[in-house]
């Protein structure tokens, strides 16, 4: 639970170190929307070092758990409710993480 708690926080500050460029470019928001993006991407950076198996394997399961989160965001912060589609890509996505992180060592 712990590793998947650390991967959950992991996608939230790359969701949020891009999501805020993103208000500033395409929603004419101010800049200063720069400076907690480059902190959250820093943080983002971070909490990858956290995670305790070979880089390679982490952000490939990382990649699971971002598309889960990312889906969560587009419900939680746009507004667009995922389809039957979103969620069962994301069950597959999740279930691939699964055996990438939690693989006998």
Avoid: N
């Avoid at 395409?26 to 950076?45: E, G, M, Y």
């Avoid at 667009?80 to 993480?97: E, F, H, K, N, Q």
Wanted: hydrophobic fraction near 60%; charge should be neutral.
């Amino acid at each position: 639970m712990r590793t998947f708690l650390l991967y959950v926080a992991t996608a939230l500050a790359e969701i949020v170190g891009c999501y805020l460029p993103y208000l500033w470019l395409k929603q004419d928001r101010s800049a200063w929307l720069l400076l907690p993006a480059a902190i959250s991407l820093a943080l983002f950076a971070w909490l990858l070092t956290l995670h305790e198996t070979a880089a390679g394997r982490v952000y490939a399961a990382y990649g699971g758990v971002y598309i889960g989160v990312a889906i969560a965001w587009l419900w939680a912060v746009d507004g667009i409710r995922p389809t039957a589609w979103d969620v069962t890509g994301v069950s597959v996505c999740l279930a691939g993480m699964g055996l990438i992180a939690f693989q006998p060592r």
